[in-house]
């Protein structure tokens, strides 16, 4: 694959060039490509505030201020591994069941290619399809799930097993995942019945709820992060596990977050684990005020990215 002309690059200034994600270039040629970027613009499996389905396209706005150098992490990621932003899935609004079977098929086909998936959702629901496609290449997954709600409920829609509450559930019970290596971070809020957190603990998955945080501190929470993440992991980001106050702009806010500090912390604090696919997920832009969300958003992805690359230079 050639490089990228310079009208792409994200040396440009924000206000200039193409606002795909970093202004890396569009294309499903994956010759060569370490990381491909996929949107995932559905919203179908929402049970609150719909509008993430336009969560894609304002992420890769947002990206145009992401300069390239993560100082944090000591690293430039498009120095480090070859980044195109494949475009969106095929989602059929009306069914979320076709929708599913086109982003496993498709992101599969990414996954055969060689490249590592970047996925910018979309509501939570996506995150099924994504888990398939990885674990059929994979075999079962660690998994850290970012989020103020554990999605492990059976149902939300009378009989309909699939919606943005029930993807880990599903992944549990399809053996996708490995309860023993799956971590809960930032879970909060009401829920509907005392038992609603129990499900996926009796299974053995690690859950940090908000006040388990508090006691703890961030960096034990980091520690025990880590220690459950042996083999091949996924993360999955709900930008919900921020605070409303550094994210409005999603579909089921919940008040006593993680601050914009602290979620770079926690993402960072993944640095070396065997990071093999990524999804962010939730960002609603009607609900968004002056980009709030989709700049938090698009920071996380850039960390994401700079996770990978630091795996690949061996840091």
Not at 31 to 58: L, N, Q, W
Not at 153 to 159: L, T
Not at 186 to 195: F, H, I, S, W
Request: aromatic share 6%.
């Amino acid at each position: 694959m050639t490089a990228p002309e310079s009208g792409f690059g994200a040396e440009l200034q924000p206000f200039a060039g193409i606002t795909s994600f970093m202004r890396r270039p569009v294309t499903r040629d994956l010759a060569g490509v370490d990381v491909a970027v996929v949107g995932v613009p559905f919203d179908g499996g929402t049970s609150y505030r719909s509008g993430a389905r336009h969560g894609p396209r304002r992420i890769r706005e947002a990206s145009v201020m992401l300069w390239g150098y993560n100082n944090a992490l000591a690293v430039k990621p498009l120095d480090v591994l070859q980044v195109v932003d494949y475009g969106d899935v095929n989602v059929i609004p009306p069914s979320i069941a076709e929708t599913m079977a086109n982003v496993e098929a498709e992101v599969g086909a990414v996954l055969a290619a060689g490249a590592t998936v970047l996925a910018l959702g979309g509501d939570h629901s996506v995150s099924l399809p994504l888990l398939r496609a990885h674990a059929r290449k994979l075999g079962p997954l660690g998994v850290v799930h970012f989020d103020a709600h554990p999605d492990t409920w059976h149902r939300e829609f009378d009989a309909q097993p699939y919606s943005h509450g029930t993807p880990f559930r599903r992944a549990i019970e399809e053996g996708l995942l490995d309860p023993s290596r799956y971590v809960q971070v930032g879970l909060r809020g009401p829920t509907e019945e005392a038992v609603d957190w129990q499900w996926a603990r009796e299974r053995g998955v690690r859950a940090f709820t908000m006040d388990d945080v508090a006691e703890l501190g961030l960096p034990a929470v980091v520690r025990m992060m880590r220690e459950a993440l042996r083999g091949p992991s996924y993360v999955s980001l709900d930008i919900d596990a921020a605070d409303p106050a550094f994210a409005p702009g999603t579909g089921t806010p919940e008040v006593g977050g993680f601050s914009s500090k602290e979620m770079l912390q926690l993402v960072r604090g993944l640095r070396g684990i065997d990071l093999v696919g990524c999804d962010l997920v939730e960002v609603c832009p009607p609900y968004d005020h002056g980009d709030i969300t989709a700049i938090l958003a698009a920071n996380l992805a850039f960390e994401l990215l700079s996770l990978m690359a630091v795996r690949r230079r061996g840091g």
